[in-house]
């Protein structure tokens, strides 16, 4: 009888190791300016980089800037429409991007505070993109729709046209802490260097330590990325984060275990805990370059939203999980943030950019960076 007394414990204890609800403590925070929310656009991109930059500049020199997010969408948009056009209509158009592509915009077109371009007309609406790009993309499906007729060379300036209608003219200088710039002095004033942020992934179907052009649709601007092992590209992440830097991340979350209400992203093990996962403890999937590729192949992984690591945190039990700042406002999750697993990040990432120096020095060496 004792012993049947003890099996049942210990079962029980068993069972309530893995029922527990999640208790976290920070591993390490690293220094960023508040969650905010990118509305009703699809701009997570822009979002994102955009505190990653901000992160770094805290880092580079100790000065909390809020930069804007929409003078880097603005720029890009005339981009996106020239790759629509001169590829006929054989592209995507619409309000995504990459991480990339606010380094890109930053090298072309410097960089603004907030306070000098909001990117909308009435500072108390919500952003919304949803009828400009409408617009904008009816415009370029009709400079595309005639066969032998010569394009007008207005239809750039017409693009133009409409951006400044429902965001805003361009800024060419404004005035920040009482001194006069242009985004580009005012790059100048942040200390970024674009050429010093690489791109990483890890995928099996190209070959490893070369770059590579991912094909995913929002890649528009054809962004190399940098492919290491599976093992090597955690490695590098945990390396940045701790000693000091962030990452912008892009990352499937369509998972039902991607959750915003909890601020929890993991991979069960068993299909009967996906239900239960993000409120509470259970085992995780270990996640293999196999698993993580075939999921890539299949499209159940696939890029539909960037975020912001700013650190790691840990459960009760040890585990580890990344604290990525989110861009849907701070009701959302935790406080605007998400902790996600290293099997969740492993499995649905599809890469991280970071400054170069954050990556282990064998990296570099192999990257030839």
Not at 166 to 189: D, Q, R, S
Not at 219 to 240: C, K, P, R, W
Not at 346 to 368: D, Q, R
Request: glycine share 6%; proline share 3%.
């Amino acid at each position: 009888m004792k012993k049947l007394l003890f099996s049942i414990g210990l079962l029980s204890v068993t069972m309530a190791s893995y029922s527990q609800a999640y208790e976290f403590q920070t591993v390490k925070d690293i220094e960023a300016n508040p969650v905010i929310s990118q509305d009703i656009t699809g701009t997570c991109w822009s979002f994102s980089t955009t505190s990653f930059l901000e992160a770094e500049i805290i880092r580079l020199t100790g000065k909390k800037i809020d930069l804007s997010e929409m003078y880097n969408v603005r720029n890009t948009y005339p981009k996106k429409a020239w790759n629509y056009v001169m590829r006929q209509g054989k592209a995507q158009f619409g309000e995504g991007g990459l991480a990339h592509d606010v380094i890109n915009s930053a090298e072309d077109f410097g960089l603004v505070p907030q306070s000098a371009y909001t990117g909308k007309l009435n500072p108390e609406d919500k952003y919304n993109h949803a009828e400009l790009t409408a617009v904008l993309e009816a415009m370029l499906k009709t400079y595309v729709s005639n066969p032998g007729q010569k394009l007008s060379p207005q239809w750039k300036e017409a693009i133009n046209a409409v951006l400044d209608v429902y965001m805003g003219k361009n800024v060419t200088e404004f005035t920040f802490e009482g001194k006069k710039y242009t985004p580009k002095t005012f790059l100048e004033l942040t200390k970024i260097n674009p050429k010093d942020y690489v791109t990483i992934s890890s995928f099996t179907h190209e070959t490893y330590n070369k770059p590579f052009l991912l094909d995913i649709p929002d890649n528009f601007s054809n962004g190399m990325f940098y492919n290491v092992t599976l093992d090597e590209y955690i490695q590098n992440i945990d390396n940045a984060i701790d000693n000091g830097y962030t990452l912008a991340l892009d990352c499937d979350v369509s998972e039902a275990t991607f959750s915003g209400k909890y601020g929890v992203a993991v991979i069960a093990e068993n299909e009967v805990d996906a239900k239960v996962i993000a409120s509470e403890i259970k085992p995780e999937k270990n996640i293999t370059a196999a698993y993580r590729q075939a999921e890539f192949e299949n499209l159940s992984t696939q890029d539909d939203h960037l975020m912001h690591i700013v650190g790691k945190v840990k459960d009760q039990t040890g585990k580890i999980y990344y604290k990525v700042k989110n861009s849907w406002g701070s009701k959302s999750g935790k406080d605007g943030f998400v902790y996600m697993s290293v099997s969740y990040l492993k499995l649905k990432s599809i890469s991280v950019l970071l400054h170069k120096e954050g990556l282990i020095k064998s990296t570099k060496t192999k990257l030839g960076l």
